[in-house]
């Protein structure tokens, strides 16, 4: 059973940057990725990295601001969140996916199978 703990999340004014990170309790897991959901509002994939981490996939709206990171030694994911918006804020979620997991797509929350608990991340304007 894979558990993923958040921390990094806070309050930060426009403009601002925050890292979040989350540690892994195995290292059996391939992708890793960020989510967000911010209140009233479906999750969406925020950022995706491959196990070797070659490929890296990005939504839109976080392009240029955000970059994801792994160590897959330490067992740690980060999200580098850079020129934050008041937009961004939202409940941010670290997830892993096994091999065995059924392929969708990496933005795409059905790709994951292990999630955790979530941080909090408020960008006031």
């Known amino acids: 059973q894979v558990e993923l703990v958040e921390s990094g999340g806070g309050s930060v004014q426009a403009g601002g940057s925050l890292t979040l990170s989350c540690v892994a309790s195995?290292?059996?897991?391939?992708?890793v990725a960020w989510f967000r959901q911010a209140p009233g509002k479906e999750r969406e994939g925020v950022a995706a990295?491959?196990?070797?981490?070659?490929?890296?996939y990005y939504t839109d709206s976080v392009k240029g601001r955000f970059t994801i990171s792994r160590d897959n030694a330490k067992g740690t994911v980060t999200l580098q969140m850079d020129s934050l918006k008041p937009e961004d804020t939202a409940q941010y979620y670290c997830?892993?996916?096994?091999?065995?997991?059924?392929?969708?797509?990496?933005?795409?929350?059905?790709?994951?199978?292990?999630w955790g608990q979530g941080t909090q991340v408020t960008v006031s304007s």
């Open positions: 990295m491959s196990k070797d981490s070659s490929s890296i």
């Open positions: 195995q290292l059996t897991y391939s992708w």
């Open positions: 997830a892993a996916r096994t091999p065995a997991r059924s392929w969708t797509a990496p933005l795409d929350l059905n790709n994951y199978n292990y």
